[in-house]
Each structure stands twice: as C-alpha cells, then as structure tokens.
C-alpha cells in the first residue's frame, strides 16, 4: 500500500533552515511528482511546490523562490524540502503530497496520498 | 499574486444541499479541485477536474463550473459532511497552485 511518511516535529529558531522528509514507499516513487503543501494554525492549506523524483526538476511556488530547496534520493525513496531564512510566519504543518497518475496521464490537482504531516514551530 | 475566493461559512440542516462557491480569473481555463479536510487531518480529495468524483466518494457530491465559478455541491448533507473545504485551482500559466480560503460546512 501507498505510504508517505514524513520525520519529525522541528523547533527552529529564526533565521535559521529545516529540512524535512517524506519517505515513500508502496508504488513507483520515479513515476508520480511529489507536492508540499503547508498549513499554518488556523488557517487553510497553501502549496509550496512540486518535484519529479524520476529526473530531479523542480517547479516552486513564487512566495518561496529562493529560500525553498526540494530534492530527493532514489537510492532511498526518500523526498526532502529544506526552507531557509525562517520566520514565526513559517510555523505550520508541512505536508508531503503524491499526484495522482495512471499509466498515462498524470492530474496536476490531484494529490491522492498525503504524508502524516511534520510540525515546524518557528520562535527564538 | 492569483486568489481563489470562498464563502467563509456555510450552514444547513441534514439532508438539506449545501453549495460551496470558488471564484477565480482562470476558472473559464482551468480546472477546480475540491478537498475536504476534518480536524487534526490532513487535506482529502472529493472532486477533480470540475465535476469527476475520485473512487469512494458518494454520487450525493458534485462538481460544477460556469465562467469563472467552480460549485461543489452536496445533496442531502450528512453530519459527518462537516469540516472545511477548499477549492485548488492553477493560475493561466499553469505553474502556480493555489488553495482557496476555505469553506466551513456546518450541518446541523
């Protein structure tokens, strides 16, 4: 069966970076982009990006250019996002997010499995 | 930056429909998708690509779009239908996804 499961709760200070993953396994990892998708307390969902495991590309979120890194190991099945430069603006839950595909189409918008969620908590 | 706008709240009795609304510019262009999301839960898909239900999700949840409107609706609502709502959408490039501000159901 599909699983994402994501590491730990992170306090970090401000200025500082974190870097979170989300191990998959259950399916061809190579084959489906990976999504993150954050959620601050109390408020809704908000995408972050998007990697292919398969070749490594990348597509971010305009909020985050620059500070936002996702990369992955094949070897290990294993996606990361490391966000730098935090702020208490950072403080949420991050979410890793398979997109749905079938043997030939893939579905943007479609995240099907979702990983257990990891808690940044961001304060001095 | 793009934006996808919900009405904050929603409110029926049981079997009642309940209509949640997403409005956004590339809504005529792209498709809307639907999540459903419960308390201490992680975000759960109920409707793709405007009107397609995913495998296990009941007929009594539609989708709809016209113009720049996407409609989720929900035909004799059940209690266990509550929680929040959110419509995801692209902007007309196609590179940035966005999540609307959501839509808490409540059916009591």
């Known amino acids: 069966q599909v699983q994402l499961v994501q590491s730990g709760a992170e306090v970090k200070k401000p200025g500082a970076s974190v870097k979170i993953s989300c191990k998959a396994s259950?399916?061809?990892?190579?084959?489906?982009?990976m999504h993150w998708v954050r959620q601050a307390p109390g408020k809704g969902p908000e995408w972050m990006g998007k990697i292919n495991p398969g070749i490594g590309s990348t597509t971010y979120s305009q909020k985050f250019q620059g500070r936002i890194s996702m990369t992955r190991d094949t070897a290990t099945t294993t996606v990361y996002m490391e966000l730098s430069s935090l702020t208490s603006d950072d403080t949420a839950v991050y979410y890793c997010a398979r997109e749905y595909c079938t043997a030939t189409t893939c579905y943007n918008g479609n995240l099907d499995y979702w990983g257990q969620g990891s808690l940044l908590t961001v304060s001095s | 930056s793009y934006e996808l706008t919900q009405p904050p709240s929603v409110s029926v009795s049981p079997g009642q429909t309940a209509r949640i609304t997403c409005s956004g510019d590339a809504l005529p262009k792209k498709y809307a998708y639907w999540y459903h999301q419960k308390s201490g839960q992680a975000p759960a898909l109920v409707m793709y690509?405007?009107?397609k239900r995913p495998s296990g999700i009941p007929e009594r949840l539609s989708g709809s779009s016209s113009g720049t409107v996407a409609t989720l609706t929900i035909s004799g609502a059940q209690v266990d239908d509550e929680g929040d709502y959110y419509c995801?959408?692209?902007?007309?490039?196609?590179?940035?996804?966005?999540f609307g501000g959501g839509t808490k159901l409540t059916v009591l």
């Open positions: 995801y959408s692209t902007d007309i490039t196609g590179n940035e996804w966005v």
């Open positions: 259950g399916y061809n990892v190579a084959s489906n982009y």
């Open positions: 690509e405007d009107n």
